[in-house]
């Protein structure tokens, strides 16, 4: 049960609790959002199933990742070379503003992390959210156009396949 709490004031979010965001294999439990911390960052609790991953992109804003169960590749951008990470529960990723970077879980058991990030990163989502259901019938191709288009409006681009 999610209590109602004034602007401002400091709050607890109890396990399990917390705005959910599960759009187009997307898995997110909002910890903290930019409402909670005057518009500064937001955490996320991210669940990533066996295969599942996150394509790559970059944005404008730095963004760290902790690893809390599971394990992970990350890939990274590194000047002119990409390079993939592993990462076990208790690691942390910090990626860089304008880096490409992407993670999969190449494990049979579920990984999570918490992804914490500027208020413009939920922002992204938010947008996501409102406009997924008019996707229906679209082809997966098609949805990513539109996902990128919305990314575009907030700083995060998505590398082409390819």
Same mark, same amino acid.
């Given at each position: 049960m999610q209590r109602k709490v004034e602007p401002g004031m400091s709050h607890v979010i109890p396990a399990g609790e917390g705005k959910r965001f599960d759009v187009l294999?997307?898995?997110? +439990?909002?910890?903290?959002r930019g409402e909670d911390t005057d518009g500064t960052f937001t955490v996320a609790v991210q669940t990533l199933a066996?295969?599942?991953? +996150?394509?790559?992109?970059?944005?404008?804003?730095p963004e760290v990742f902790f690893v809390t169960s599971g394990e992970l590749i990350f890939t990274l951008t590194r000047g002119a070379e990409e390079v993939e990470e592993k990462v076990s529960q208790g690691g942390t990723v910090i990626v860089a503003a304008n880096s490409y970077h992407s993670v999969r879980n190449s494990s049979n058991e579920d990984a999570t992390l918490l992804d914490i990030a500027c208020f413009e990163h939920q922002q992204f989502f938010d947008d996501v959210q409102q406009a997924h259901q008019a996707w229906n019938g679209l082809t997966p191709e098609q949805t990513m156009q539109q996902v990128g288009e919305i990314g575009l409006r907030h700083t995060l681009e998505f590398r082409a396949p390819g």
């Open positions: 294999g997307a898995h997110l +439990i909002w910890k903290a066996p295969s599942e991953h +996150i394509p790559p992109h970059k944005h404008q804003y």
